[in-house]
């Protein structure tokens, strides 16, 4: 089993930059693909960005494209995601997820590949 916390949300300025960290428990974190997602008010969750367990892989969505990156220390068992550029719809509540798929490279998209899911934390971005 995998224990996600995530930390390091806040309010920012348009064009600021924050780094979400997620921090894992669990004897699988290395064996997992990792993922962000996002959920704002009044719409579904979505996807943000990927990892494969190895790092090798990343994926990310393409509103976020250029401006978010996502990596992982597993000797930490942390993911991270840097996010820069903000903008005023990137608010969202941010979800860290692990999933334990043998298809994660085609699966990496869907929420429902992810068994293990964080509380979230809050990003706030003023125009």
């Known amino acids: 089993q995998v224990q996600l916390v995530e930390s390091g949300g806040g309010l920012v300025q348009a064009g600021g930059s924050l780094r979400l960290s997620c921090a894992a428990s669990?004897?699988?974190?290395?064996?997992?693909?990792m993922g962000w997602f996002r959920q704002a008010p009044g719409k579904e969750r979505e996807f943000v960005a990927a990892?494969?367990?190895?790092?090798?892989?990343?994926y990310h969505a393409d509103s976020v494209k250029g401006r978010f990156t996502i990596s992982r220390d597993n000797a930490k068992n942390t993911v991270y995601l840097q996010m820069n550029s903000l903008k005023a719809e990137d608010t969202a509540v941010y979800y860290c997820a692990a999933s334990a798929s043998y298809r994660f490279s085609i699966s990496y998209y869907y929420a429902g590949s992810y068994t293990y899911w964080g509380q979230g934390t809050q990003v706030t971005v003023s125009s």
């Open positions: 669990g004897r699988t974190f290395g064996n997992a693909g």
């Open positions: 990892i494969s367990w190895s790092g090798g892989n990343t």
